[in-house]
């Protein structure tokens, strides 16, 4: 059964303090791994795909890389506006998984000022 | 630019009514999701779609049915509703899956049963 799982549960940091969240999974065949931001009362909001183990992708303060067990989401030197949760979710490639999005619990990050 | 429009955003409802939340994408896609986000649970696959006339059971299927009549709409139905289905519910499409294919969520339905 394909499995999402992110860590930490909830990450306070400071302004301009950088960190990194944690997304492992089992996945019968990796057909992309995604990651979201999910501001309060609103749908999740797309923002990168990974494919290849090795692979990674840059949006302005934020980094996402791709191993065959976990994927990481880097955020250098934060600002306020980055708080919101953080969701991973991965696409089975075939068999009766075929198309199916599972999804992890979500970080939720708060940026202090 | 509508891109997925869910039905209603708000509803309540008493134990042991019925109901049916409409989604409805614009986008041609192929596939269509149904998700519940429950505090401290994430998003939880309900049922899903790979086409028009197709369903399938996702993580949490029991007590939800599905119909996929035309490919632009996904409808989830609630036959008789309990209390634990109070949840925000989540629409999602995306096209014919390739390697960068991601998926378009709606805004929710936030669903009380009292």
């Known amino acids: 059964e394909d499995q999402v799982t992110q860590s930490p549960e909830a990450l306070r940091l400071q302004e301009g303090e950088s960190s990194s969240l944690n997304c492992s999974y089992t996945?019968?065949?990796?057909?992309?791994l995604f990651w979201y931001r999910q501001d309060p009362g609103k749908g999740p909001e797309f923002l990168f795909t990974?494919?290849?183990a090795g692979e990674e992708k840059e949006k302005e303060r934020l980094k996402a890389t791709l191993t065959k067990k976990e994927s990481f989401l880097h955020i250098t030197a934060p600002k306020p506006e980055d708080s919101a949760t953080y969701l991973c979710?991965?696409?089975?490639?075939?068999?009766?998984?075929?198309?199916?999005?599972?999804f992890g619990q979500g970080t939720i990050l708060t940026v202090h000022p | 630019n509508a891109g997925v429009t869910q039905t209603p955003k708000f509803r309540v409802l008493k134990t042991g009514q019925s109901m049916t939340l409409l989604c409805a994408q614009d986008?041609?896609?192929?596939?269509m999701y149904w998700y519940r986000q429950d505090p401290g649970m994430g998003l939880r696959l309900i049922h899903y779609?790979?086409?028009?006339?197709?369903?399938a059971k996702g993580e949490v299927p029991d007590g939800y049915n599905v119909s996929r009549l035309k490919k632009q709409n996904f409808l989830l139905g609630l036959e008789s509703a309990a209390p634990s289905q109070t949840s925000v519910y989540f629409c999602?499409?995306?096209?014919?899956?390739?390697?960068?294919?991601?998926?378009?969520f709606g805004q929710g339905t936030r669903l009380t049963v009292v």
């Open positions: 990974l494919y290849s």
């Open positions: 999602a499409s995306s096209a014919i899956v390739t390697e960068n294919t991601e998926a378009f």
């Open positions: 979710a991965v696409r089975a490639a075939g068999g009766t998984s075929y198309g199916k999005l599972t």
């Open positions: 986008m041609n896609h192929e596939y």
């Open positions: 996945v019968s065949g990796l057909r992309g």
């Open positions: 779609s790979v086409g028009e006339g197709t369903t």
